[in-house]
């Protein structure tokens, strides 16, 4: 079956640690999104890629980073500068630019001791 | 900018009840809209969409009208499960806008047998 994947669905680290999330997609889509959600704020963009070896930076991409090597593959990388890294991250993809839906992965719960 | 405001929760109703979750937007072209819900501990899906004025989304019992003389786009649904217990976002996109959602902050809604 097609969809998004993000492994792990829980990852625990001390501060002042670098951690890298995975999302991965075998749906041949071309763009690929990183969403932040904390509670009552609803979803907030950090980065977004169009093609490969491209992205932009979202509404929050302070003390994130991408990349966008493959296709399939669009790994976030949340720093020792983000001052406040416990949140649910998801990842999404669309086919392209426009209107199309988003597609959801099924999120990364990261919790910074 | 764009910005779509959902009215505040949670919300919580007995089974068959009949739902409204009010959604409102601003825009500054013409936008396509969106309901996505997310079940507990898991990632968004999306519900329904309507892509251009008195459109009509519908998916599982719900349906949303998108009207552009008010900018609204509310979700309903007749009679309500205890399966539908979930968060549900309003989100909208812009044609061009290379499918970069806006989200309102969502709404919980618990549904009692």
């Known amino acids: 079956d097609g969809g998004i994947t993000q492994s792990p669905k829980y990852l625990f680290r001390k501060e002042g640690q670098n951690v890298t999330l995975s999302c991965e997609q075998n749906l041949n889509h071309d763009a690929m999104y990183w969403y932040r959600q904390d509670p009552g704020q609803g979803l907030r963009l950090i980065y977004y890629?169009?093609?490969?070896?491209?992205?932009q930076k979202g509404d929050i991409a302070e003390g994130y980073s991408v990349s966008r090597e493959k296709k399939e593959s669009f790994p976030l990388t949340v720093t020792s500068a983000q001052k406040n890294p416990t949140a649910f991250y998801l990842c999404?993809?669309?086919?392209?630019?426009?209107?199309?839906?988003?597609?959801f992965g099924p999120g990364t719960r990261l919790t910074v001791l | 900018g764009n910005s779509v405001t959902q009215m505040e929760g949670p919300v919580t109703l007995s089974e068959e009840a009949f739902l409204t979750i009010n959604c409102t937007y601003t825009?500054?072209?013409?936008?396509?809209l969106f309901w996505y819900v997310q079940y507990p501990g898991e990632g968004l899906q999306l519900l329904l969409k309507?892509?251009?004025?008195?459109d009509k989304g519908s998916n599982k019992g719900f349906e949303a009208t998108y009207r552009k003389e008010t900018t609204s786009f509310h979700l309903e649904k007749g009679s309500v499960q205890v399966s539908d217990s979930a968060v549900y976002f309003c989100?909208?996109?812009?044609?061009?806008?290379?499918?970069?959602?806006?989200f309102g902050k969502g709404i919980t809604l618990s549904v009692r047998p």
């Open positions: 999404a993809s669309t086919q392209g630019y426009g209107t199309d839906t988003q597609y």
């Open positions: 309507a892509t251009k004025a008195d």
């Open positions: 989100a909208l996109t812009e044609t061009g806008a290379n499918s970069k959602l806006t």
């Open positions: 890629s169009q093609i490969v070896n491209d992205f």
């Open positions: 825009a500054t072209g013409y936008p396509s």
